[in-house]
């Protein structure tokens, strides 16, 4: 059974905001969001040298960054956030199936995870306004962010579309399952 609320946030870490990212306090301040309401909080870090590695200041998680107790840390060497982990195992052994990917970079590690998550069966929701990544040589940031939200949104993936959605959308969605499996608690309980 999968957990309700899972957030997975991709290498939001010091040496990767070296380079400037686009709005990155809105997107950070997402995440934070997402991170405090969820049950489940996986967060991926990237490895490799010149700046991210292992243990380094580059490689650890930017400082603003909400990290919740019980939080669970993958590291990574690829743009596939499943590339020789642990991931798989790690959601296998917590039953999670399902969860809200967010982080940076939209156009490399975001985008790459998601589309091998989606093929592996996982059910993906994409926070639209929680990823972010830098302007690149043919084309600015807020393009690329709307771009590959549009991409994941049409991505064709029989029976297990990618979805993509607000911050706020996820957080009211969770909220409403949250208080309506709280009355059924109740319910059971008055019985």
């Keep these: 059974m999968s957990a309700k609320r899972v957030v997975m946030v991709i290498d939001m870490q010091n040496g990767v905001f070296a380079t400037p990212r686009l709005r990155s306090e ?24 010149g700046g991210l590695e292992a243990d380094s200041e580059g490689f650890a998680l930017l400082p603003e960054l909400f990290q919740p107790e019980g939080s669970r840390y993958v590291t990574k060497t690829a743009c596939d956030a499943f590339y020789k982990t642990g991931l798989a195992q790690l959601l296998e052994d ?23 998550a989606a093929s592996q069966g996982y059910a993906i929701t994409v926070a639209s306004d929680a990823h972010t990544t830098a302007n690149r040589p043919a084309v ?35 909220q409403t399952n949250y208080a309506a499996t709280s009355r059924s608690d109740r319910a059971v309980l008055n019985r």
């Design 94 to 116: 917590n039953g999670i199936t399902e969860w809200v990917i967010c982080g940076c970079a939209t156009d490399y590690c975001v985008d790459t995870t998601i589309k091998i």
């Design 140 to 174: 600015d940031a807020a393009s690329l962010i709307a771009h590959y939200n549009e991409v994941w949104r049409t991505l064709t993936v029989p029976d297990n579309p990618v979805q993509v959605k607000s911050t706020e959308t996820i957080l009211r969605a969770w």
């Design 26 to 49: 809105q997107c950070v301040s997402r995440i934070n969001q997402l991170t405090r309401a969820a049950d489940t909080v996986i967060f991926i870090q990237h490895c490799e040298d």
